[in-house]
């Protein structure tokens, strides 16, 4: 067996071409653009690479990009609080993104409490996560979105019955993934750092989604025969002296076991990345109605 391959890349194409094409028909008739707002405290690399590919696919479906970048100490938690507040009141300001981690002088939890919900485009706001948990999405975390939206889009299929197992927990992902799931009808799983027998746990997976931070953690043998994989790990590896990323799962060896997965990169990255960019069209037009 070979896996057909989740292609996020090439979905998230589609999508964003569509928003390109909505915000053009919008400007034609003389109305604002939607705008995004990014906050980006300190200096990860990786966040500064996120935040780049996010503004980047801002101009590109031609939003409005409103930039907000500080070092790690030149921000106080209040004056981020200030500032969130600012932008709460922007008519011109539709959506808000707080990238993450911030620095352990700044609560994450107070900063996103503070995001109007109406605006909080990354559904983090404790309010868009329990309307997740009441099956009434609102706006919805858009890692775990850009997942089931590939789901959709390449199984034609009936999903509901079957056992989902996560790895991984987070707030960010873990989470909200298993709220998506449920509400879809699966029989969800979640495994996180405490857990015990993960392989074992993963081996009754008809659908397996990854998202511990581990390269390469999740072995061919693990995988059930014809099992569905989605890899949303991202990690930097040393191979051969190269850099490179790779997923949670050993790509090649997991491949010729699943009947589905998806690759690192070009799976689930860029379909977060357009799902963003849809939850701030949404939200703009939530805001103008």
Same mark, same amino acid.
């Given at each position: 067996? =070979?896996?057909?391959? *989740?292609?996020?890349?090439?979905?998230?194409?589609?999508?964003?071409?569509?928003?390109? @094409?909505? !915000?053009?028909?919008?400007?034609?008739?003389?109305?604002?653009?939607?705008?995004?707002?990014?906050? /980006?405290?300190?200096?990860?690399?990786?966040?500064?690479?996120?935040?780049?590919?996010?503004?980047?696919? %801002?101009?590109? !479906?031609?939003?409005?990009?409103? $930039?907000?970048?500080?070092? @790690?100490?030149?921000?106080?938690? =209040?004056?981020?609080?200030?500032? &969130?507040?600012?932008?709460? +009141?922007?008519? $011109?300001? +539709?959506?808000?993104?707080? /990238?993450?981690?911030?620095?352990? +002088? &700044?609560?994450?939890?107070?900063?996103?409490?503070?995001?109007?919900?109406?605006?909080?485009?990354?559904?983090?706001?404790?309010?868009?996560?329990? *309307?997740?948990? =009441?099956?009434?999405?609102?706006?919805?975390? %858009?890692?775990?979105?850009?997942?089931?939206?590939?789901?959709?889009?390449?199984?034609?299929?009936?999903?509901?019955?079957?056992?989902?197992?996560?790895?991984?927990?987070? $707030?960010?992902?873990?989470?909200?993934?298993?709220?998506?799931?449920?509400?879809?009808?699966?029989? !969800?799983?979640?495994?996180?750092?405490?857990?015990? $027998?993960?392989?074992?746990?993963?081996?009754?997976?008809?659908?397996?989604?990854?998202?511990?931070? =581990?390269?390469?953690?999740?072995?061919?043998?693990?995988?059930?025969?014809?099992?569905?994989?989605?890899?949303?790990?991202?990690?930097?590896?040393?191979?051969?002296?190269?850099?490179?990323?790779?997923?949670?799962?050993?790509? /090649?060896?997991?491949?010729?076991?699943?009947?589905?997965?998806?690759?690192?990169?070009?799976?689930?990255?860029?379909?977060? &990345?357009?799902?963003?960019?849809?939850?701030?069209?949404?939200?703009? *037009? @939530?805001?103008?109605?």
């Amino acid at each position: 067996m =070979q896996a057909k391959i *989740l292609d996020g890349r090439s979905l998230s194409r589609e999508i964003i071409l569509e928003i390109k @094409n909505k !915000v053009l028909e919008r400007k034609k008739l003389g109305l604002a653009a939607p705008g995004l707002a990014v906050i /980006q405290v300190g200096s990860d690399p990786a966040s500064k690479i996120y935040v780049k590919n996010k503004r980047q696919a %801002c101009l590109e !479906v031609g939003f409005e990009s409103f $930039n907000y970048d500080f070092e @790690n100490h030149l921000i106080s938690e =209040q004056e981020l609080l200030n500032l &969130i507040a600012d932008l709460n +009141h922007n008519k $011109n300001i +539709h959506g808000i993104l707080i /990238q993450l981690p911030l620095p352990s +002088h &700044i609560n994450t939890s107070k900063i996103i409490d503070a995001i109007d919900i109406k605006k909080d485009v990354d559904g983090f706001h404790p309010y868009n996560l329990g *309307l997740l948990a =009441q099956r009434r999405p609102g706006l919805r975390p %858009c890692t775990p979105k850009g997942v089931i939206k590939l789901l959709d889009s390449y199984l034609n299929k009936d999903l509901s019955g079957l056992h989902a197992v996560i790895l991984g927990a987070s $707030n960010i992902v873990g989470r909200p993934m298993g709220l998506e799931l449920l509400m879809r009808g699966l029989t !969800v799983t979640t495994c996180h750092r405490l857990s015990h $027998n993960i392989p074992e746990i993963v081996k009754t997976a008809d659908v397996l989604i990854s998202a511990m931070g =581990q390269p390469e953690m999740v072995k061919a043998a693990w995988i059930k025969p014809g099992a569905i994989v989605i890899d949303i790990g991202i990690n930097r590896l040393i191979k051969n002296n190269q850099e490179k990323l790779v997923g949670d799962v050993d790509f /090649q060896a997991v491949s010729e076991v699943a009947s589905w997965i998806s690759p690192v990169p070009g799976g689930v990255g860029p379909m977060t &990345i357009a799902m963003l960019l849809e939850n701030t069209f949404d939200a703009y *037009l @939530n805001l103008n109605i």
